[in-house]
């Protein structure tokens, strides 16, 4: 095992990572998998609340007893220590937690209601950035890898603010003022994810992003889940350029995507610096049974062929034997990651993931 970052055996795990990147030659694709469980609900649904000071001594216990148990690695990728918080609390009054996540209740006043707002004065900025100075006092930043903090993208906290109906609907009534509104809620989401990276600890001339890569360069982890509501050229003229701006802000900007927003894959293909995940959609039911919603890795195929052209992709979904071979058959192994779900993780793993050519680690 490979406890923390100062293990000899870690630069091989990043020169990996490196490749990856690179969308370079590799006999095997990253791997991170889980046991399939069914989706959680959340047991006492209430509001989020600003995160407490951060004690330093309990910080440093738990992330040394984590790294003590578990090590540096889940499979291929990286066990990351987190700091950020829900990002749509910049940007709305309240976050429900219920059904299992998060869910910003709108609260659109008029189109002006960012012009003036400065993030900084916000008991949620001050509290990220003084508890996340506090995590990196409190343990050696040479031994445990920070993440980048999470991020709705401007699509998605701009449906956080007034929901979708309001938001498909100003595309049509309201395009300026909709524009003016993405452009200031993409200079918040600038100005913090800049403020907190700044407080990182970099490694190997590198960062962290929260799905587990070592990255080349600052980093910044994104969502774009609110593409699904657009066509190609509605989202080329509101979105697509508050994208880009984040990503010039960024060297290694990182986006989370789902199936259904598909007709922008190539888009987002095309912002040279942006790395891609994709998520498969699938929900593992209480009776066992993996129900698919959407299009599935077959009907996928021939768009990741095309991302993959120019850069490398992760995928996250439920898989199996067949869907695994299928992947690897396709897709050229260097520059994919295959996260997610699976039956038999043990048995995928013996098949799969065996890393002790891949690190140098020999494991039974």
Same mark, same amino acid.
């Given at each position: 095992?490979?406890?923390?970052?100062?293990?000899?055996?870690?630069?091989?795990?990043?020169?990996?990572?490196?490749?990856?990147w690179?969308?370079?030659?590799?006999?095997?694709p990253?791997f991170?998998?889980?046991?399939?469980?069914t989706?959680?609900?959340?047991?006492?649904?209430?509001?989020?609340?600003?995160?407490?000071?951060?004690?330093?001594?309990s910080?440093?216990d738990?992330?040394?007893?984590?790294?003590?148990?578990?090590?540096?690695l889940?499979?291929?990728l990286?066990?990351?220590?987190?700091?950020?918080?829900?990002?749509?609390?910049?940007v709305?009054?309240?976050?429900?937690?219920?059904?299992?996540?998060?869910?910003a209740?709108?609260?659109?006043?008029?189109?002006?209601?960012?012009?003036?707002?400065?993030?900084?004065?916000?008991?949620?900025?001050?509290?990220?950035?003084?508890n996340t100075?506090?995590?990196?006092?409190?343990?050696?930043?040479?031994?445990?890898?920070?993440?980048?903090?999470a991020?709705?993208?401007?699509?998605?906290?701009?449906?956080?603010?007034?929901?979708g109906?309001?938001?498909?609907?100003?595309?049509?009534d309201?395009?300026?003022?909709?524009?003016?509104?993405?452009?200031r809620?993409?200079?918040?989401?600038?100005?913090?994810?800049?403020?907190?990276?700044?407080?990182?600890?970099?490694?190997?001339?590198?960062?962290?992003?929260?799905?587990?890569?070592?990255?080349?360069?600052?980093?910044?982890? @994104?969502?774009?889940?609110?593409?699904?509501?657009?066509? *190609?050229?509605?989202? $080329?003229?509101?979105? !697509?350029?508050?994208? +880009? #701006?984040?990503?010039?802000?960024?060297d290694?900007?990182?986006?989370?995507?789902?199936?259904?927003?598909?007709?922008?894959?190539?888009?987002?293909?095309?912002?040279?610096?942006?790395?891609?995940?994709?998520?498969?959609?699938?929900?593992? @039911?209480?009776?066992?049974?993996?129900?698919?919603?959407? *299009?599935?890795?077959? $009907?996928?195929?021939? !768009?990741?062929?095309k +991302? #993959?052209?120019?850069?490398?992709?992760?995928?996250?979904?439920?898989?199996?034997?067949?869907?695994?071979?299928?992947?690897?058959?396709e897709?050229?192994?260097g520059?994919?990651a295959?996260?997610?779900?699976?039956?038999?993780?043990?048995?995928?793993?013996?098949?799969?993931?065996?890393r002790?050519?891949?690190?140098?680690?020999?494991?039974?």
């Open positions: 095992m490979i406890r923390d970052l100062t293990d000899v055996r870690a630069e091989a795990v990043m020169q990996r990572h490196a490749t990856y690179q969308n370079g030659e590799w006999y095997r990253l991170r998998i889980s046991q399939a469980q989706l959680g609900d959340t047991p006492n649904p209430h509001y989020l609340e600003p995160p407490p000071p951060l004690d330093a001594k910080f440093r738990g992330i040394e007893r984590s790294y003590d148990s578990d090590g540096l889940s499979d291929d990286i066990r990351m220590v987190g700091t950020g918080i829900t990002s749509e609390a910049l709305v009054d309240r976050v429900a937690i219920r059904a299992g996540t998060s869910w209740e709108p609260c659109f006043r008029d189109w002006h209601q960012f012009d003036n707002y400065k993030v900084k004065d916000t008991i949620w900025f001050q509290r990220l950035m003084d100075k506090r995590a990196v006092d409190a343990v050696d930043t040479n031994k445990y890898p920070f993440s980048c903090m991020f709705r993208g401007p699509v998605d906290m701009a449906e956080a603010v007034m929901k109906e309001r938001l498909c609907a100003a595309v049509i309201h395009p300026n003022e909709l524009k003016n509104m993405l452009a809620i993409t200079d918040i989401i600038i100005e913090t994810g800049l403020a907190h990276s700044e407080l990182l600890p970099s490694y190997k001339g590198g960062y962290f992003n929260s799905y587990g890569l070592w990255t080349p360069g600052r980093t910044i982890t @994104l969502t774009f889940d609110g593409g699904c509501l657009f066509s *190609p050229a509605c989202y $080329e003229e509101f979105f !697509l350029p508050q994208d +880009i #701006r984040i990503c010039e802000a960024f290694t900007p990182f986006v989370h995507l789902h199936a259904a927003s598909r007709q922008h894959f190539l888009a987002w293909r095309d912002i040279p610096n942006l790395g891609l995940q994709c998520v498969i959609d699938q929900a593992w @039911l209480p009776e066992n049974v993996n129900q698919p919603i959407g *299009p599935q890795l077959e $009907e996928l195929l021939p !768009l990741f062929k +991302i #993959r052209e120019k850069k490398s992709l992760m995928l996250y979904g439920f898989f199996d034997e067949k869907l695994l071979e299928l992947a690897l058959k897709l050229p192994p520059g994919s295959i996260t997610g779900l699976v039956e038999e993780p043990d048995a995928i793993r013996q098949k799969y993931v065996k002790e050519n891949q690190f140098g680690i020999k494991e039974s």
